[in-house]
């Protein structure tokens, strides 16, 4: 009768090799995140080299406050799309936001509400906010209730927002007053430690999506809608409700990022954040979340939205022409899916 030989120590180290092999294609470098967190390393590297302005204090805070703008959207949008969903109306939802938030402090303005510390500004901030969280509960309940498409809705709530936010203003910007517009200020624009508030209020809000995500029912919830949405609801999971949560933290995001947006400007005009919203899924998508769901987090969110200011502030350093950033932004979304494609088959294979 044969016996069975141990695993001589040849055949350990093959093993050994072959768990290595596996780890290093199935740990970092199995991330699109790494991957892009690379590549902004290089860029940095690189135009600091092109422009010696590039990492000047001055323009590294500038930096900082335009990306945090768009990366605050892009947490919320992030959600969405690891349920596989879609949410185009962010971009016009800051905007209703901020105007509604300019508008309502100028009509407290003058009222009983002045007596009182920081009531006017606080009626304002809801009211901003309000306005998001409706805009993303009919998105919600129109896509998880209704059954439409989550495209089609909200490509359509993109123009009846905008719409709105021309019709509300007759196009003209709206400049926040009161007695409290310089503490409004100072919560939207201002510094800590010479940081931006909107820098910090995006890493707080990262770093809560992150344990949210990975550490509560509710993320576990999202990534099983994204992976098999009839599964998930075979499982029990709410379905419906986790869409409709999802949707209007999305625009919770943006409604915040829009009333911040009003500190920065000093004003609310009604084409704000025309376009982000190609710029938002562009940053989400660069940062590892899968359109067709289940991948996603606040790492790569930040961090796409890092690359794609990064790259936009080296541009205008370089003096080319900004209409450029637009087929730059459309570029770098096929090739973020190229590679997430690529990277998958590598995996299977």
Known sequence: MSELSPATNSDTSDFSNVGRARWWRRGFFASQTAYVAAALVVIMIVMSFLSSAFLSPGNLANVAKNFSFVGIVTLGVTLVIVTGGIDL???????LSAITCAI???????????????????V?????????????LANGLLIA?????PFVTTLGMLSIVRGLAYAVTEGR????????????????????????????????????IGVVLHHTAFGRHVFALGGNEKAAALTGIAVERVKIAVYVLSALSAGFAGIL???????????????YELTI????????????????????????????????????LAGINAYWQIVLVGGIIILAVLVDRLRTLRMTT
């Open 104 to 122: 309502v402090m100028q009509a407290v303005s003058g009222t009983v509400l002045d007596s009182v510390p920081l009531a006017g500004m606080l």
């Open 261 to 275: 947006m009003v500190g920065w400007l000093g004003s609310a005009p009604a084409n704000l954040a025309t376009g």
């Open 281 to 316: 899924i562009a940053a989400a998508v660069i940062g590892g979340a899968n359109l067709n769901g289940g991948i996603g987090g606040p790492a790569g969110a930040v961090i796409g939205a890092l690359l794609i200011e990064v790259i936009r502030n080296g541009l205008v």
């Open 145 to 149: 209730r209704v059954g439409l498409s």
């Open 124 to 136: 304002s901030l809801a009211a901003g906010l309000g306005v998001a969280l409706l805009i993303g």
């Open 89 to 95: 109306s962010v971009g016009s939802t800051m905007a």
């Open 173 to 208: 910007g709206q400049a926040p007053t009161g007695p409290d517009v310089n503490l409004f200020y100072d919560i939207t624009d201002g510094n800590i430690a010479g940081v931006p508030v909107a820098i910090i209020y995006l890493l707080v809000l990262a770093v809560i």
